[in-house]
């Protein structure tokens, strides 16, 4: 199952946490080896997470994730601490996976349906009905394009600011802000037609 959505402990993630992060960042940059291993061990759950819902398969997220670190370790002393520590590591992450499946000729896939149905219950996009009936989510998700999805999911799933997911995916603000507005209105779009197909052929129908 994949991990909350929210913070360390439970709560919305802040400015103070990402500001943190990068502190230890340029700490570790810096040849500080407890902050190695902080800095690992706060960011890891955010990019493993990221990792599984780009790709689609938790079972290589371990494998992926652990690409991302060894790359961000090899970079750090190229970082300079001009972007949020967690913005830079997502857009490692990203193209970690985009390596592995263009490597594999294939195409990203969106997680397990239970692990989105996970998903869902602890970060419920406003406005979308029907996600609490249990409806297959993956499948949706799934049916967006490729872009739209991954805008959807950086700020609706993960959490980043629209700011931060454009800098992850190297794109203007106002295009995500669109890709995002386009998904949502596909989503609403199929979840009011299937719920509409529901009312007029109710289960059992001849």
């Known amino acids: 199952m994949i991990p909350a959505l929210d913070g360390p402990a439970g709560g919305k993630r802040t400015a103070a946490d990402d500001a943190q992060l990068t502190v230890l960042a340029l700490a570790a940059r810096d040849g500080d080896p407890d902050a190695v291993e902080r800095f690992i061990r706060a ?3 955010h990019v493993w997470r990221f990792v599984a819902h780009l790709s689609g398969e938790t079972h290589t ?3 992926l994730a652990q690409e991302t670190f060894l790359r961000a370790l090899t970079g750090l002393p190229r970082f300079a601490g001009r972007s949020c520590a967690r913005t830079w590591l997502l857009s490692i992450a990203r193209r970690v996976v985009i390596d592995r499946y263009r490597s594999a000729a294939a195409r990203p896939r969106i997680a397990d349906i239970d ?3 996970a998903v869902a219950e602890h970060r419920q996009p406003i406005g979308l009905p ?3 009936d249990g409806l297959a989510l993956c499948e949706l998700l799934d049916a967006l394009d490729g872009e739209r999805r991954e805008a959807f ?3 609706q799933l993960v959490g980043l600011p629209y700011a931060d997911a454009a800098a992850v995916v190297g ?3 106002g295009t995500v802000r669109s ?4 998904a949502r209105a596909d989503l609403i779009g199929w979840l009011t037609s299937a719920e509409t197909c529901a009312r007029a052929c109710p289960a059992g129908a001849a």
Do not use: E, K, N
């Not at 890709?179 to 386009?182: E, I, L, M, S, T």
């Open 179 to 182: 890709r995002v507005a386009r």
């Open 153 to 155: 999911v950086l700020t």
């Open 43 to 45: 960011s890891h759950r």
């Open 115 to 117: 692990d989105w149905q």
């Open 171 to 173: 794109c203007p603000i």
């Open 61 to 63: 997220a371990d494998d």
């Open 130 to 132: 029907g996600f609490d």
